[in-house]
Protein backbone atom coordinates (compact mmCIF):
# COMPACT_ATOMS: atom_id res chain seq x y z
CA UNK A 1 0.00 0.00 0.00
CA UNK A 2 3.00 2.33 -0.52
CA UNK A 3 1.45 4.29 -3.22
CA UNK A 4 -1.99 4.89 -1.51
CA UNK A 5 -3.36 7.94 -0.54
CA UNK A 6 -3.80 8.06 3.09
CA UNK A 7 -4.19 12.52 3.49
CA UNK A 8 -7.33 12.68 0.71
CA UNK A 9 -9.51 11.39 -0.77
CA UNK A 10 -12.82 12.14 -2.96
CA UNK A 11 -16.31 10.81 -3.22
CA UNK A 12 -18.76 12.04 -6.26
CA UNK A 13 -22.46 11.44 -6.27
CA UNK A 14 -25.13 13.04 -7.66
CA UNK A 15 -28.34 14.26 -6.86
CA UNK A 16 -31.72 14.88 -8.91
CA UNK A 17 -32.53 18.51 -6.84
CA UNK A 18 -31.67 22.33 -7.75
CA UNK A 19 -28.74 23.47 -6.81
CA UNK A 20 -29.86 25.62 -4.17
CA UNK A 21 -31.35 22.95 -2.20
CA UNK A 22 -28.41 21.44 -2.12
CA UNK A 23 -26.73 24.20 -0.86
CA UNK A 24 -28.70 24.38 1.84
CA UNK A 25 -28.62 20.71 2.72
CA UNK A 26 -24.73 21.76 3.45
CA UNK A 27 -25.09 25.10 5.64
CA UNK A 28 -28.02 25.20 7.30
CA UNK A 29 -28.14 23.32 10.78
CA UNK A 30 -32.17 22.19 9.71
CA UNK A 31 -31.20 21.00 6.97
CA UNK A 32 -28.01 19.16 8.05
CA UNK A 33 -30.30 17.41 10.38
CA UNK A 34 -32.54 15.95 7.33
CA UNK A 35 -30.06 13.44 6.07
CA UNK A 36 -26.42 13.59 7.70
CA UNK A 37 -26.90 14.80 11.89
CA UNK A 38 -29.22 14.25 14.73
CA UNK A 39 -28.52 17.87 16.23
CA UNK A 40 -26.50 20.96 14.59
CA UNK A 41 -25.23 23.81 16.54
CA UNK A 42 -24.00 26.25 14.49
CA UNK A 43 -22.30 29.42 16.94
CA UNK A 44 -21.54 32.83 15.67
CA UNK A 45 -17.87 34.21 16.88
CA UNK A 46 -19.49 35.64 20.75
CA UNK A 47 -20.76 31.90 21.37
CA UNK A 48 -24.40 32.81 20.79
CA UNK A 49 -26.51 30.51 19.16
CA UNK A 50 -26.38 31.10 14.67
CA UNK A 51 -30.11 30.80 13.38
CA UNK A 52 -31.11 26.91 12.64
CA UNK A 53 -32.85 28.09 9.32
CA UNK A 54 -29.85 30.60 8.14
CA UNK A 55 -27.09 29.42 5.98
CA UNK A 56 -23.35 29.50 7.47
CA UNK A 57 -21.32 32.15 6.63
CA UNK A 58 -16.86 31.26 7.43
CA UNK A 59 -15.96 31.31 10.94
CA UNK A 60 -19.16 29.73 12.25
CA UNK A 61 -17.89 27.33 14.63
CA UNK A 62 -20.13 23.75 15.20
CA UNK A 63 -21.14 20.96 17.77
CA UNK A 64 -22.47 18.33 15.52
CA UNK A 65 -24.54 15.13 16.83
CA UNK A 66 -24.70 11.86 15.35
CA UNK A 67 -27.31 9.12 16.31
CA UNK A 68 -26.18 6.78 18.70
CA UNK A 69 -23.09 8.82 19.98
CA UNK A 70 -22.86 11.38 22.47
CA UNK A 71 -19.82 12.99 21.99
CA UNK A 72 -20.70 15.95 19.46
CA UNK A 73 -17.73 16.61 16.84
CA UNK A 74 -16.37 20.41 17.29
CA UNK A 75 -15.21 22.53 14.00
CA UNK A 76 -15.22 25.32 12.20
CA UNK A 77 -16.60 26.61 8.66
CA UNK A 78 -13.26 27.91 7.21
CA UNK A 79 -15.01 29.09 3.85
CA UNK A 80 -18.46 29.26 1.75
CA UNK A 81 -19.29 31.19 -1.11
CA UNK A 82 -23.19 31.58 -0.56
CA UNK A 83 -23.79 29.23 -4.08
CA UNK A 84 -21.65 26.23 -4.01
CA UNK A 85 -19.25 25.79 -1.92
CA UNK A 86 -18.40 25.09 1.24
CA UNK A 87 -15.11 24.13 3.34
CA UNK A 88 -15.48 23.12 7.30
CA UNK A 89 -12.43 21.52 9.40
CA UNK A 90 -13.44 17.86 10.31
CA UNK A 91 -11.75 15.21 12.94
CA UNK A 92 -9.67 17.82 14.02
CA UNK A 93 -7.86 20.05 11.47
CA UNK A 94 -8.50 17.90 8.52
CA UNK A 95 -10.62 19.83 6.09
CA UNK A 96 -13.35 18.57 3.67
CA UNK A 97 -14.24 20.47 0.46
CA UNK A 98 -18.15 20.14 -1.02
CA UNK A 99 -18.51 21.24 -4.38
CA UNK A 100 -21.87 21.95 -6.12
CA UNK A 101 -22.02 21.93 -10.11
CA UNK A 102 -25.11 21.89 -11.87
CA UNK A 103 -25.32 18.94 -14.95
CA UNK A 104 -28.54 18.73 -16.51
CA UNK A 105 -31.08 17.72 -13.71
CA UNK A 106 -28.54 17.06 -11.22
CA UNK A 107 -26.25 18.39 -8.32
CA UNK A 108 -23.06 16.85 -8.98
CA UNK A 109 -21.66 16.88 -5.28
CA UNK A 110 -17.94 16.43 -5.11
CA UNK A 111 -16.56 16.17 -1.18
CA UNK A 112 -12.76 16.25 -0.62
CA UNK A 113 -11.49 14.86 3.08
CA UNK A 114 -8.00 16.24 3.19
CA UNK A 115 -5.15 17.49 5.18
CA UNK A 116 -5.56 13.53 7.06
CA UNK A 117 -2.65 13.05 9.24
CA UNK A 118 -0.31 9.68 8.68
CA UNK A 119 -0.46 8.64 12.13
CA UNK A 120 -1.89 4.96 12.61
CA UNK A 121 -5.02 6.49 14.48
CA UNK A 122 -5.91 8.96 11.78
CA UNK A 123 -5.15 5.77 8.92
CA UNK A 124 -7.74 3.78 10.45
CA UNK A 125 -10.51 6.27 11.48
CA UNK A 126 -9.99 9.15 9.25
CA UNK A 127 -8.93 7.80 6.32
CA UNK A 128 -10.54 4.46 6.17
CA UNK A 129 -13.46 5.21 8.84
CA UNK A 130 -14.46 8.36 7.36
CA UNK A 131 -14.51 7.45 3.61
CA UNK A 132 -16.86 4.39 4.42
CA UNK A 133 -19.10 7.21 6.67
CA UNK A 134 -19.24 10.01 3.67
CA UNK A 135 -19.90 7.01 1.12
CA UNK A 136 -23.43 6.41 3.28
CA UNK A 137 -24.23 9.48 4.16
CA UNK A 138 -24.34 11.17 0.34
CA UNK A 139 -26.21 7.81 0.08
CA UNK A 140 -28.32 9.45 2.37
CA UNK A 141 -28.73 12.31 0.88
CA UNK A 142 -29.12 11.68 -2.29
CA UNK A 143 -31.85 9.38 -0.91
CA UNK A 144 -33.41 12.26 0.77
CA UNK A 145 -33.40 14.90 -1.66
CA UNK A 146 -34.94 12.84 -4.20
CA UNK A 147 -38.03 11.94 -1.89
CA UNK A 148 -36.97 8.82 -0.69
CA UNK A 149 -36.28 7.32 2.70
CA UNK A 150 -34.30 8.70 5.73
CA UNK A 151 -31.38 5.34 5.80
CA UNK A 152 -30.16 6.39 9.15
CA UNK A 153 -29.84 4.04 12.16
CA UNK A 154 -31.86 5.79 15.17
CA UNK A 155 -32.77 2.74 17.49
CA UNK A 156 -30.37 2.87 19.81
CA UNK A 157 -31.43 -0.81 20.97
CA UNK A 158 -29.26 -1.80 17.20
CA UNK A 159 -25.58 -2.11 17.31
CA UNK A 160 -23.44 0.02 15.14
CA UNK A 161 -24.20 -0.52 11.60
CA UNK A 162 -22.88 0.92 8.12
CA UNK A 163 -25.96 3.42 8.37
CA UNK A 164 -24.69 5.62 11.89
Known sequence: MENFN??????????????PE?????????????WFLKKVYFYNNDKSLFKQQANVTKDIAYEWYWFLYDEPMKGKITSVNGKDFIQFTF??????????EVLDEYVIVTL????????????????L????????????????????LDLRNKDEKLPTMINN
Open 6 to 19: WTSYTKRIAVKASL
Open 22 to 34: IYDAWTRADELER
Open 91 to 100: EGECLVDVNL
Open 112 to 127: RHNNIPLDDNSKQYVR
Open 129 to 148: GCSNGWTFYLTNLKSIYEGG
